[in-house]
């Protein structure tokens, strides 16, 4: 059964940073699209940050700068460093895995497998 897991969340206050991990089981995702999004309280959900297999990374305008995405292959795992956190970046985020590659950056409906999520409420 594959399965992705974050942690990491929590409440952090503006300008502080927080590192998100998920963790991959049942598949090894060295070859796919992996991504973060994240939806905020009645907001739909939207992709912050992609990986692709080859290292390219594509970032929403409104993070970039501000949030990394990286993988350890060895681990399986994916990450997210978040630093500068802004009051906006509350929300919960999950990371997903396109295994089709259909689209660069990819969409929110081809991905393939979803994480539950973790909570980050950023706090003034």
């Known amino acids: 059964q594959v399965q992705l897991v974050e942690s990491g969340g929590g409440l952090v206050q503006t300008g502080g940073s927080l590192r998100l991990s998920c963790a991959a089981a049942?598949?090894?995702?060295?070859?796919?699209?992996m991504a973060w999004f994240r939806q905020a309280p009645g907001k739909e959900r939207e992709l912050i940050a992609a990986?692709?297999?080859?290292?390219?990374?594509y970032y929403k305008a409104a993070v970039k700068g501000r949030f990394t995405i990286s993988r350890d292959n060895a681990k399986n795992t994916l990450y997210l460093q978040m630093n500068s956190l802004k009051l906006e970046d509350t929300a919960v985020y999950y990371c997903a895995a396109d295994l089709h590659r259909s689209t660069w950056p990819p969409r929110l409906t081809g991905m393939d497998y979803w994480g539950t999520g973790t909570p980050v409420t950023v706090s003034s």
């Open positions: 990986l692709r297999w080859t290292g390219a990374t």
């Open positions: 049942g598949r090894t995702f060295s070859n796919d699209y």
